[in-house]
């Protein structure tokens, strides 16, 4: 079993539609960090957190440390957040090691 | 955003050959990650450095050696090439053990 599940795998909504991706893992962390990877392109940083909220723009992310829970929501999406979305624990341990999740495919219709 | 040069960016080469892959940065940053990333597996950590001369493993590095002689390069190689590592290889660097990652742009490698 991975140490950090996500979901959904795949996720379809309509432009303008309120967006959830759940991120879930095992063991206590330091830091929950959220990714963004353009089809055939890089990977961009959006959050990291390691209690409460964080938000930038119409990008919100929460966690929960005793549920061993986060959230990254996306307000008003629209086609261009179309991305996979990838959510990495860095372990009770020191380096910054991440462990990541599979990724959920965001596709949002115009 | 973070100046972060992998090399190259793409690659074919023939099982049994050695490989290195470059990653270099201009940010002065202390930790530097290499990870692969494929279909299925996701992103994988294969070796880490926290500092010039100083690396660890990852959970992915059979098969892989590292070296960082000065801060702002850290270099993967395969020495002997196999299939199996046919992957997309992501560098990425960071401030400190909790500061975000960034991410090179990848280098796709084929092994034939």
């Known amino acids: 079993k991975n140490e950090v599940e996500q979901s959904p795998q795949n996720l379809t909504a309509q432009e303008g539609e309120f967006i959830t991706i759940n991120c879930s893992y095992s063991?206590?962390?330091?830091?929950l960090h959220w990714l963004q990877q353009h089809p055939g392109g890089g990977i961009v940083s959006l959050f990291m957190?390691?209690?409460g909220k964080k938000k930038h723009g119409r990008l919100i992310a929460t966690i929960n440390i005793q549920e061993k829970h986060s959230s990254l929501h996306i307000t008003a999406s629209h086609p261009r957040d179309s991305a996979v979305y990838i959510c990495?624990?860095?372990?009770?341990?020191?380096?910054?090691?991440?462990?990541f999740g599979q990724g959920t495919i965001l596709t949002v219709h115009p | 955003d973070a100046g972060i040069t992998q090399s190259p960016r793409h690659k074919v080469t023939e099982t049994g050959t050695p490989v290195t892959l470059r990653c270099h940065q201009t940010?002065?940053?202390?930790?530097m990650y290499w990870y692969r990333q494929d279909p299925g597996h996701g992103l994988r950590l294969i070796h880490y450095?926290?500092?010039?001369?100083?690396?660890d493993k990852g959970e992915v590095s059979d098969g892989y050696s590292v070296s960082r002689s000065k801060t702002e390069d850290f270099l993967l190689t395969l020495e002997s090439a196999t299939s199996s590592q046919t992957s997309v290889y992501f560098c990425a660097i960071s401030e400190g053990p909790n500061q975000p990652q960034h991410f090179g742009d990848g280098t796709r490698l084929s092994i034939l």
């Open positions: 990495a624990m860095a372990g009770g341990t020191s380096y910054g090691k991440l462990t």
């Open positions: 450095s926290y500092g010039v001369k100083d690396t």
């Open positions: 940010e002065n940053h202390r930790y």
């Open positions: 063991v206590g962390i330091s830091a």
């Open positions: 957190l390691s209690s």
